[in-house]
């Protein structure tokens, strides 16, 4: 029931930019906080950022000031800006959300891949 729905990943050179969007369905959008998160081959998934129902963000401190975390209630859809890219944002990106403080929903994830 639950879904989460990704895409705007792709390959870009460092410097450049794109944003990712997840479309969600099957609960209540607009009270529940949304993040992404990432993961590169061989380390640990980790937190990029994350959006309150009050639209207020939080970010990992390897991406301020480069990433922009938003999101559209009317469209149920939360989007991450991602601006100048360097080699080591190169993992593949995934929506999430965690429902009733317990059970933690996830996208298929999306690739980005940043060339030097």
């Known amino acids: 029931q639950v879904q989460l729905v990704e895409s705007g990943g792709g390959l870009v050179q460092a410097g450049g930019s794109l944003r990712l969007s997840c479309a969600a369905s099957?609960?209540?959008?607009?009270?529940?906080?949304m993040g992404w998160y990432r993961q590169a081959p061989g380390k640990q998934r980790e937190l990029v950022a994350t959006?309150?129902?009050?639209?207020?963000?939080n970010y990992a401190d390897s991406v301020k000031g480069r990433f922009t975390i938003s999101r559209n209630n009317a469209k149920n859809t939360v989007y991450l800006q991602m601006n100048s890219l360097k080699p080591e944002d190169t993992a593949v990106y995934y929506c999430?959300?965690?429902?009733?403080?317990?059970?933690?929903?996830w996208g298929q994830g999306t690739q980005v891949t940043v060339s030097s």
């Open positions: 959006i309150t129902s009050a639209a207020d963000p």
């Open positions: 999430n959300v965690r429902l009733y403080a317990l059970t933690d929903y």
């Open positions: 099957g609960f209540i959008f607009s009270i529940n906080t």
